[in-house]
């Protein structure tokens, strides 16, 4: 079993240290950047998105917690929208060591029962075409493709 917690201050500096080097590679590959402009544009999209950390309003940044063993084993960003009964995903990780165990199909069947409960109607997401990992876990807990991202580098 999955549950949450929020992030705390003093474990943002390490969600950051994953965040900013992963997003940054995904910037650098589906986009035909070279790394160094990749990584400063993912320092930049983040700070503009969370300016004020785990306290930036209108964001919800949670660690995922292994509940047998109380281990930290992710973390989930999601901007709720409560007007539109929605909640938009925009990072999901579970760490390296904990990969591979089905913690990330508990942990999205843990946070839609727990937007359910708030009245929420909708998980919304954008996952990269080369992450299958990811993909797989999104299809197999009920998400569908509901468009295409598209780019050409000019």
Same mark, same amino acid.
């Given at each position: 079993?999955?549950?949450?917690?929020?992030?705390?201050?003093?474990?943002?500096?390490?969600?950051?240290?994953?965040?900013?080097?992963?997003? =940054?590679?995904?910037?650098?590959?589906?986009?035909?950047?070279?790394?160094?402009?990749? &990584? =400063?544009? +993912?320092?930049?999209?983040?700070?503009?998105? &969370?300016?004020?950390?785990?306290?930036?309003?209108?964001?919800?940044? &949670?660690?995922?917690?292994?509940?047998? @063993?109380? +281990?930290?084993?992710?973390?989930?960003?999601?901007?709720?929208?409560?007007?539109?009964? @929605?909640?938009?995903?925009?990072?999901?990780?579970?760490?390296?060591?904990?990969?591979?165990?089905?913690?990330?199909?508990?942990?999205?069947?843990?946070?839609?029962?727990?937007? @359910?409960?708030?009245?929420?109607?909708?998980?919304?997401?954008?996952?990269?075409?080369?992450?299958?990992?990811?993909?797989?876990?999104?299809?197999?807990?009920?998400?569908?493709?509901?468009?295409?991202?598209? @780019?050409?580098?000019?």
């Amino acid at each position: 079993m999955i549950s949450f917690r929020p992030m705390l201050e003093s474990e943002y500096a390490g969600y950051l240290a994953y965040f900013i080097p992963d997003y =940054a590679a995904e910037i650098a590959t589906n986009y035909r950047l070279p790394h160094a402009v990749a &990584l =400063a544009q +993912a320092r930049s999209e983040i700070a503009e998105d &969370l300016p004020q950390g785990v306290d930036t309003p209108g964001n919800v940044l &949670l660690c995922l917690i292994e509940s047998a @063993s109380d +281990a930290h084993v992710g973390y989930l960003w999601y901007r709720p929208d409560a007007k539109g009964r @929605s909640a938009f995903i925009s990072d999901f990780h579970i760490l390296p060591d904990h990969q591979g165990k089905g913690l990330g199909k508990l942990a999205m069947a843990a946070l839609e029962i727990e937007l @359910s409960a708030k009245g929420f109607e909708q998980i919304k997401l954008r996952v990269a075409e080369n992450n299958p990992r990811a993909r797989h876990v999104y299809e197999a807990t009920g998400f569908r493709v509901t468009g295409t991202n598209m @780019s050409k580098t000019l």
